[in-house]
Each structure stands twice: as structure tokens, then as C-alpha cells.
């Protein structure tokens, strides 16, 4: 298994992100090639959960768009993702978020984590 590890950190490619968690509001800035042209589009949403370890790290984000959920998953390690920025650190107390889904309207708001000192 260590080999599988080594591996894999050889291939991983270090890209830096800001530190985020579940419940956090984010802009994904990805670039879109469609042909020869290549353009930046962004994706802003919600933190809903953080699962797997290495090269298989991934991230789900979901947003509502026109009244309806829409989750993309993203890997850490992809390429086609320029930027992450963070909107807002929510207060939560589970990883996993899943719940958000039958949630809607104001139910489905996350309280903002505000640090004083």
C-alpha cells in the first residue's frame, strides 16, 4: 500500500487552495475549452461535503439555479480549476451535508461563523 501512496504523491500535482469545510459558500473559478477558444466561468455554491484522500480528494458544491439544486463534484487535483475563493464561512456541525437537499427557500439558509477576538 505505501507503494500505491508514493504513487500517487509523485503525480499529484500542488496546487494551493484556501483551507475550506463543509458548509463554507465558495466561488469556483474553471476554465471551459470549447474548440480553440478557452474562457473562465464560475460556480458558487455551498460546501456540502469533502471525501477521499490524495489524488482521489474531491469536493461537492451546490448552488440553486432558476428554483432547482444543482451538485457538481469537483477533485482536488484537476487542472481546469484556476481559482478558489471563499465567500463566507458557515456554521455547521456535521462533514456531511446532505440534508440541504429537501431543504428550501430560507430553511435552507447556513449561519455565517464569525470570529471575535
Known amino acids: 500500500m505505501d507503494a500505491i501512496k508514493f504513487v500517487q ?6 496546487q494551493s487552495f484556501p483551507d475550506f ?6 466561488i469556483v473559478t474553471y476554465k471551459i475549452i470549447e474548440g480553440e477558444k ?21 469536493f461537492t ?6 428554483g432547482v439544486g444543482v451538485e457538481r463534484i469537483w ?9 478558489i475563493s471563499i465567500v463566507k464561512h458557515g456554521k455547521v456541525r456535521r462533514a456531511k451535508l ?6 428550501v427557500g430560507k430553511k435552507s439558509r447556513i449561519k455565517e461563523k464569525r470570529n471575535i477576538k
Not at 458544491?61 to 432558476?66: F, H, L, Q
Not at 446532505?98 to 431543504?103: A, C, D, I, V
Open 9 to 14: 504523491e509523485q503525480m499529484l500535482t500542488k
Open 21 to 26: 469545510s463543509p458548509g463554507d459558500n465558495i
Open 38 to 58: 478557452e474562457r473562465s466561468q464560475s460556480f458558487k455554491g455551498d460546501v456540502l461535503k469533502i471525501s477521499g484522500e490524495g489524488l482521489n480528494k474531491t
Open 61 to 66: 458544491v451546490r448552488k440553486i439555479s432558476n
Open 75 to 83: 477533485p482536488f487535483s484537476s487542472p481546469a480549476i484556476t481559482e
Open 98 to 103: 446532505y440534508y440541504l437537499r429537501g431543504l
